[in-house]
């Protein structure tokens, strides 16, 4: 009984190993492995929903499931990043500083992009 015991739960955690390996990695959501250099925004607070993200350098649109719609990002990148609002007439960016998270992040609700530059926009 005990080595039947043994042996299932030895095989219960070769099953599962795979997955909980995996699950700080897509923890992110779909699409989103955030690793070292990167900013990554989701759309639940508490970095939860679904992830993306950002690798410098250059500009990104952010998807259409974060466009105005994000709850908390955490950035892993060593540099100053800026989430990009685009508005009629000018833009406005809000300065990501590098290892910068918010679990709760009001601003999410005008990201447009981001970019490792401030584009040209004004500080919101």
């Keep these: 009984m005990l080595r039947k015991l043994a042996l299932s739960t030895a095989?219960?955690?070769?099953?599962?190993?795979?997955?909980?390996?995996?699950?700080?990695?897509?923890?992110?959501?779909p699409g989103a492995e955030r690793g070292p250099g990167e900013v990554c925004f989701w759309t639940q607070p508490g970095q939860h929903g679904t992830g993306f993200c950002y690798r410098p350098p250059g500009y990104r649109d952010l998807p259409e499931s974060h466009h105005d719609k994000t709850a908390s990002f955490r950035s892993d990148a060593n540099q100053n990043l800026y989430a990009i609002d685009w508005g009629r007439h000018t833009c406005y960016y809000r300065l990501i500083r590098p290892y910068d998270y918010s679990d709760n992040w009001s601003w999410g609700s005008r990201i447009d992009g981001v970019s490792d530059k401030n584009e040209g926009c004004e500080a919101a």
Aim: hydrophobic share 65%; net charge neutral.
């Design 11 to 29: 095989a219960l955690v070769t099953a599962l190993t795979p997955v909980l390996a995996t699950a700080p990695a897509s923890a992110a959501g």
